[in-house]
């Protein structure tokens, strides 16, 4: 292993102990519970099981009141407006049929919401898209919940949906869970032309029609979106993780050999049953090392920014404390190897031709950058990972990748890397702390002192941009109460277009905020998830127009040019909407959550860390 690897490893190793050491008992005595008792419906009441079965056809009813055959829970986020959740339609039937084949019974145990940061883009309902992960973490253990099940397929893709199942998941943790992806749509309008038509647009050159038109023709079909942004960099940490199957990442829609990876994930949840030789709780998957070979398969693609929230919100369900400082560690060492958009032109089409996961898997494994020595869904081993699913005469195999990048334009090994470090810089200052994706800046741009212009909304940015007030000047934009505590943390994605043409024009132009900025986030430098956030009292809120601030990408710092006895003399300026003004699109329904929701650097989640109450309890340091 690579000693920084390992380092970090043994740091959230002895740092999580109280925490872990408290879930990991919880769960064992649940597994074990599960191996004495057989089918977990097996403890349920006559009552209860029969509204459990009331409602199955007649062999599935007679296979689930007779109380030998593992149950398997069916968790989806289908819905048909959402391209990347479409194919998930016909995957219940698919699924219920390859489970009843592998010696089980599945039940669509419920489904979970599944939001598009893409349609509610700078609009109010954006203001609920992180909520959602919580949403769907808890919708997931409402469908868990009937103690019916042995364990879990869970479908879903794009951003806050596969973090949310994952922590549902995790909270029933002696039970396996199955990822089963539904791949990418193929690759359309090239993701240059379709940047350069949105910066057309925001400088008035082109019209709607122009520019719906090339929308269109880059997302148009059922998948995900090919960029890689939010929902491909989950697919991609979830297979290195190891709750994927091999190789069924960016494998695309309807085709024969997603349907067969499906068929395959859903005989796989059964063997991996408290009832089988290969047990597999997903408590136990997700460990520590899991989690840090999630955090450098982020960092050597140059993933979604979104991800230093969600993986330290994924890690505390499983009762480990990841910090923001075990990702700078670990940024510093991991190399750039891939060049996808908004990092490069190519999409996840082109990195699957060009060897893809098993490629890169392979390339970080050798480097001592992953640790090889994990528990997955495929079996023991990150080694399984290598491997590429193919049809072979109908028949599903797994043959293991021995050539390397077929297109070093877009993934490239360790020893010829695209940078030596990662493409996610973490930032600290006077103003807090941040993050910043360099993988899609140009070195030139990667540090900036210029005056701040401040805005407590981004319309109000886009108000500037549209009545030509931002022209011919440098500037840092500071746009504050955008955090989790004051609306939500909305991606504001809506703002790189604009500054773009600002950027192209010879300005020096920044973001800093206390918002997102996406993973589809470009060439625009940026210092995002600023914490504390401006609503939590941070020092955000005390900018004014024309103070001095230094953005330093490359040095990881992030400075307010102010001397601190005049700050300290300030009183904060602005404020967050209140309760009575944040309203309208169902916002008001969420105000509970606004109250209770972490920093961003602690995941700006409202879930504590799991197995502290334990911990404390027992006396454990937490």
């Given at each position: 292993m690579h000693p920084v690897i390992q380092e970090v490893t043994d740091r959230l190793v002895e740092r999580s102990r109280p925490s872990r050491t408290a879930y990991l008992t919880r769960l064992r005595s649940e597994a074990e519970a599960a191996r004495r008792r057989g089918p977990a419906r097996a403890s349920l009441g006559c009552a209860n099981l029969a509204h459990g079965f009331a409602g199955v056809g007649e062999n599935d009813k007679r296979d689930l009141r007779a109380g030998v055959k593992p149950g398997v829970a069916i968790v989806s986020s289908y819905n048909d407006m959402l391209s990347a959740h479409q194919p998930y339609e016909t995957y219940p039937a698919i699924l219920k049929a390859a489970v009843r084949k592998a010696g089980g019974v599945a039940q669509f145990a419920g489904g979970v919401p599944a939001m598009c940061d893409g349609v509610t883009?700078?609009?109010?309902?954006?203001?609920?898209?992180?909520?959602?992960?919580?949403?769907?973490?808890?919708?997931?253990?409402?469908?868990?919940?009937?103690?019916?099940?042995?364990?879990?397929?869970?479908?879903?893709?794009?951003?806050?949906?596969?973090?949310?199942?994952?922590?549902?998941?995790?909270?029933?943790?002696?039970?396996?869970?199955?990822?089963?992806?539904?791949?990418?749509?193929t690759s359309g309008l090239p993701n240059k032309v379709k940047a350069r038509t949105r910066q057309l647009f925001a400088e008035g050159k082109v019209g709607r029609d122009e520019l719906l038109d090339a929308e269109a023709k880059s997302y148009h079909s059922p998948g995900t979106c090919t960029f890689y942004g939010t929902a491909n960099s989950n697919q991609v940490m979830i297979e290195v993780m190891g709750l994927h199957l091999p190789g069924s990442t960016f494998v695309n829609p309807r085709t024969e050999?997603?349907?067969?990876?499906?068929?395959a994930a859903g005989r796989r949840a059964v063997e991996l049953t408290a009832h089988g030789d290969e047990y597999t709780p997903v408590g136990e998957v997700v460990d520590e090392k899991a989690i840090v070979n999630a955090c450098v398969a982020l960092l050597a693609t140059g993933g979604s920014t979104n991800h230093t929230m969600h993986i330290v919100a994924i890690a505390a369900a499983a009762g480990i404390e990841l910090l923001w400082d075990d990702l700078a560690a670990l940024s510093k060492v991991v190399p750039l190897l891939t060049r996808m958009y908004p990092n490069g032109q190519a999409d996840v089409n082109h990195f699957q031709a060009a060897g893809g996961m098993q490629v890169l898997i392979g390339d970080l494994l050798d480097a001592g950058l992953l640790h090889g020595d994990v528990l997955t869904v495929a079996g023991r081993g990150?080694?399984?990972?290598?491997?590429?699913?193919?049809?072979?005469?109908?028949?599903?195999?797994?043959?293991?990748?021995?050539?390397?990048s077929t297109d070093t334009d877009v993934l490239r090994p360790v020893s010829d890397a695209f940078s030596a470090d990662g493409g996610i810089h973490m930032l600290n200052g006077n103003l807090g702390r941040a993050v910043s994706k360099v993988s899609a800046v140009k070195d030139e741009h990667l540090v900036i002192e210029a005056p701040a212009k401040v805005f407590d909304d981004q319309l109000e940015l886009l108000r500037a941009f549209d009545a030509g007030e931002l022209d011919g000047q440098d500037f840092v934009a500071v746009i504050r109460y955008q955090g989790p505590s004051a609306n939500g943390m909305p991606e504001l994605h809506k703002l790189t277009p604009p500054m773009a043409v600002l950027l192209d024009r010879g300005q020096r132009v920044a973001i800093v905020t206390d918002g997102r900025m996406s993973g589809a986030s470009g060439k625009v430098p940026a210092?995002?998830?600023?914490?504390?956030?401006?609503?939590?009292?941070g020092p955000i809120a005390l900018v004014l127009d024309g103070d001095p601030i230094r953005l330093d990408?490359?040095?990881?710092?992030?400075?307010?040019?102010?001397?601190?006895?005049?700050?300290?003399?300030?009183?904060?300026?602005?404020?967050?909407?209140?309760?009575?003004?944040?309203?309208?699109?169902?916002?008001?329904?969420?105000?509970?959550?606004?109250?209770?929701?972490?920093?961003?650097?602690?995941?700006?989640?409202?879930?504590?860390?799991?197995?502290?109450?334990?911990?404390?309890?027992?006396?454990?340091?937490?």
């Open positions: 883009q700078g609009r109010a309902g954006m203001e609920l898209s992180l909520y959602s992960r919580e949403v769907i973490a808890m919708a997931t253990a409402i469908a868990l919940s009937h103690d019916m099940f042995d364990a879990s397929l869970m479908l879903g893709v794009c951003d806050k949906i596969v973090p949310g199942l994952l922590i549902g998941a995790l909270h029933f943790g002696h039970l396996p869970a199955v990822f089963v992806p539904a791949g990418p749509m050999l997603r349907e067969a990876l499906t068929k990150l080694d399984h990972y290598r491997s590429a699913a193919e049809l072979k005469d109908g028949e599903l195999l797994w043959t293991e990748r021995t050539e390397g210092a995002i998830h600023l914490s504390p956030e401006a609503a939590d009292g990408a490359a040095a990881g710092t992030l400075e307010l040019l102010v001397p601190a006895d005049e700050l300290a003399a300030r009183s904060p300026h602005g404020a967050p909407l209140t309760d009575a003004q944040w309203v309208g699109t169902g916002r008001e329904l969420f105000g509970s959550f606004r109250r209770a929701a972490g920093p961003a650097e602690r995941g700006a989640g409202i879930f504590a860390l799991n197995g502290h109450a334990e911990a404390v309890a027992n006396g454990g340091r937490v």
